[in-house]
């Protein structure tokens, strides 16, 4: 089967993401939103977690897994933190508003936490940290998700990919965000893989023998029924670090679940009609009651810039910081399009006959 790949311009595919939430009977406002956080992964070069994630809130909405309109309910505060019930709304929408909530409290208090339960999918956990970066503060934000991690010396899928994602401004355009799942790798990129029929790369998933699978579909679709495992950030036993992998992704389940009182591992429900009930983590540190912001920002990209610069390995044309990558690719993006691939051009051909959106003329 053949996977062209065409490219479609950014605006084109944002508004028409925007028509898709609000066909789904997302509220207009937070449709903008969704589709500003999933637009953000594919100018990031992050194709796991935009466009390509459309058809997974598409299908969640009508199976029920997360609710259109979002209920935002704050079930505990205190100046500097609180516990948020998103009642299985737009993870997107309850995301936006929990950093907000935790900006703003670090205006005043110098630090804003929030602690997430009952919340759906909610993209790239950088976004978030993004918005605090953007108000000049550091940010960070984890997420748990449906189990697909094995543990160190097992083989059972009992963690979600549960990424850690940290921003910092600095004195450079490009700021500094650290974006990854505490997996070897997403499990939206081999969705990606799937779509775009390639293997998985040796190494990155295992099957009940512990020995490693190359079969895209079949670990996707071993992963809800316990026979397939993504390995933790390390990849397999401790040699090349596999428990610093599951050691984090478990402090990611404890920032999720534990604070919040929330659902946890098999506990977050995978399908059947049932709401997903992941949990969230955000946090928001006010530079300015440490040190003066441009201080820091310069420190900080003192640290940038001496790093790029240490000496390379033989054959490296370039070091690279957290976060460069992406911003360059943003510009790549914004000029050339986003890449939609032949399997991702049917799911959008399935959203737009069935919500009517004849006003796209897409060249595909």
């Given amino acids: 089967m053949s996977v062209d790949v065409v490219y479609v311009g950014v605006d084109t595919l944002q508004k028409f993401m925007v028509d898709v939430f609000v066909g789904c009977g ?32 598409y299908d969640g909405i009508k199976k029920g897994l997360h609710k259109p309109v979002t209920e935002f309910e704050v079930i505990r505060e205190t100046p500097t933190t609180a516990v948020v019930d ?68 097992g083989v059972r899928p009992m963690l979600g990919t549960n990424p850690i994602a940290f921003g910092a401004p600095t004195d450079e355009e490009c700021p500094f965000v650290y974006d990854a799942a505490t997996s070897i790798t997403q499990r939206g990129k081999i969705e990606v893989l799937e779509r775009e029929e390639k293997p998985i790369p040796e190494g990155w998933v295992i099957d009940q023998n512990g020995k490693f699978t190359t079969d895209t579909k079949a670990a996707l679709e071993g992963f809800p029924k316990d026979e397939n495992a993504l390995l933790p950030l ?12 599951y050691g984090l992704g478990t402090m990611v389940e404890i920032f999720s679940a534990s604070l919040s009182h929330n659902a946890f591992m098999h506990d977050l429900p995978g399908g059947g009609g049932l709401p997903v009930k992941i ?7 006010n530079i300015e009651h440490f040190c003066p912001l441009d201080e820091f920002k310069a420190t900080t990209g003192a640290i940038l810039r001496e790093l790029r610069q240490s000496k390379k ?14 911003y360059e690719m943003e510009k790549l993006v914004r000029a050339q399009g986003i890449p939609v691939n032949t399997n991702l051009q049917k799911d959008i051909k399935v959203m737009q006959t069935e919500l009517g959106l004849t006003r796209y003329h897409f060249p595909f």
Wanted: a positive charge.
């Fill in 234 to 245: 390390g990849g397999l036993g401790e040699l090349l670090g596999g428990h610093k992998g």
């Fill in 313 to 326: 390995a033989p054959g490296a044309t370039r070091i690279y910081t957290a976060g460069e990558k992406e």
């Fill in 279 to 285: 949990g969230h983590f955000f946090l928001a540190i």
């Fill in 26 to 57: 997302v509220p207009r406002a937070d449709a903008e939103v969704c589709a500003d956080v999933l637009i953000t992964s594919d100018l990031r070069g992050i194709e796991s977690h935009g466009i390509g994630r459309l058809k997974m809130y």
């Fill in 86 to 153: 998103g009642h299985n709304g737009m993870g997107h929408v309850i995301g936006v508003r929990s950093m907000q909530m935790a900006i703003e409290k670090a205006r005043t208090f110098g630090m804003g936490s929030v602690a997430v339960r009952n919340s759906s999918h909610y993209g790239i956990a950088g976004y978030y940290a993004l918005m605090a970066v953007k108000a000049g503060m550091i940010g960070m934000s984890f997420t748990n998700a449906r189990p697909s991690v094995a543990p160190t010396f």
